[in-house]
């Protein structure tokens, strides 16, 4: 039965790296069989453009009959000063929360041939093998109220809201719990339950669902020294748990450890496993049009997506094979080049992973 993955490329270097990953995939199907159908559509600066809106109604509706959507990124500096209501993340974060995907994996593997593009020492980063569990669709992105409102005095003030349901917080906390089952059975649970009461519940609600997974070890840890701990000491972690905005800044400072954001995959996925993929990064205005983007990050995302939503394990693992395999190569794009490395520009990333595969 065929699978319908929606495409969309977004703004910046988004179409640049998601025409890569789209290569990839096609290759992979020829070589496999996987019988992929592809579909496009606009999300982030370009709907704006194109149709007011940062997500229109007919693309929400084909990533909802979609077996899953590969995302690029979205955003840039000429819609910055657009009403915060229609910004190009607003179609990001609605397309989150009206297809539910509130659970965002973000795995951060320091590939061994990288190990010298990392910022930090080698002996701190290789091996490193993390998985970011990070709550997507509640926090204070989401909460409500929420605003700038002026007081009486006539001074502005911008508040948020950060709110959790114990409901919110057990569905992710499970998916941790299974997803460290898979791995080295350890979770972390990072808060701030030393100031945040809703954090106080994210703990609570931890240790509740503890004992209903024996075989994994649940620690916590205050989100300030999580930041300093996977800075100094990365490779004490497995899998991290926590709520969105922490999960943000956290999986950014993990990306480094990995050498480049350009490097670093992402899963959303629902409570039925269907989802949306794309790299960690965002469009990168700095580098669009120049081919300077790493597409790695998005292939490798395309690889999650035959794993996680459409159960095509084995084309996952080539396609991984073949990023390493160009790694092993010497192949590096600007953000990873290091001394003795062959500098190569997005598509021919794109082109060596293809070859690759198709040896
Ligand atoms: P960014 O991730 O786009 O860029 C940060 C830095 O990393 C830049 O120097 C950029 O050149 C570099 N970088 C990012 N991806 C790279 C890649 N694949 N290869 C090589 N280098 C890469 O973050 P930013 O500059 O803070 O944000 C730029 C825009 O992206 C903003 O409009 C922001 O709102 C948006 N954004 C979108 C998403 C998303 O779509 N999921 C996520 C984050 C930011």
Known sequence: ??????????????????????????????????????????????????????????ALEKARAADAILLGAVGGPQWDTLDRSIRPEQGLLQIRSKLELFANLRPALLYPQLVDASSLKPEVVSGLD??????????????????????????REGYNTYVYKESEIERIGRIAFEMARKRQGRVCSVDKANVLEVTMLWREVMDRLAPEYPDVELSHMYVDNAAMQLVRAPKQFDVLVTGNMFGDILSDAAAMLTGSIGMLP????????????????????????????????????????????????????????????????????????????????????????????SR
């Open 1 to 58: 039965m065929s699978k319908n993955i929606l495409i969309l490329p977004g703004d910046g270097i988004g179409p640049e790296i998601v025409a890569e990953a789209r290569k990839v995939l096609e290759a992979t199907d020829k070589k496999m069989g996987l019988g992929l159908s592809f579909d496009e559509d606009l999300m982030g600066g370009c709907s704006i453009d194109a149709h007011g809106v940062p997500l229109a109604d007919g």
């Open 266 to 357: 992402s899963a959303s996925l629902n409570k039925d496993g269907r989802g949306m993929y794309e790299p960690c990064h965002g469009s990168a205005p700095d580098i669009a049009g120049q081919g300077l983007a790493n597409p790695l990050a998005t292939i490798l995302s395309a690889a999650m997506m035959l794993r996680y939503s459409l159960g095509m394990a084995e084309a996952a693992d080539a396609i991984e094979a073949a990023v390493g395999d160009v790694l092993d190569q010497g192949l590096r794009t600007a953000d990873i080049v290091t001394d003795g490395s062959k500098k190569v520009s997005t598509k021919e990333m794109g082109d060596a992973v293809v070859n690759s595969l």
């Open 130 to 155: 993390i998985l970011i569990v990070r709550e997507l669709t509640g926090g204070i992105y989401f909460g409500k109220p929420r605003g700038i409102r002026t007081l009486d005095n006539g001074e």
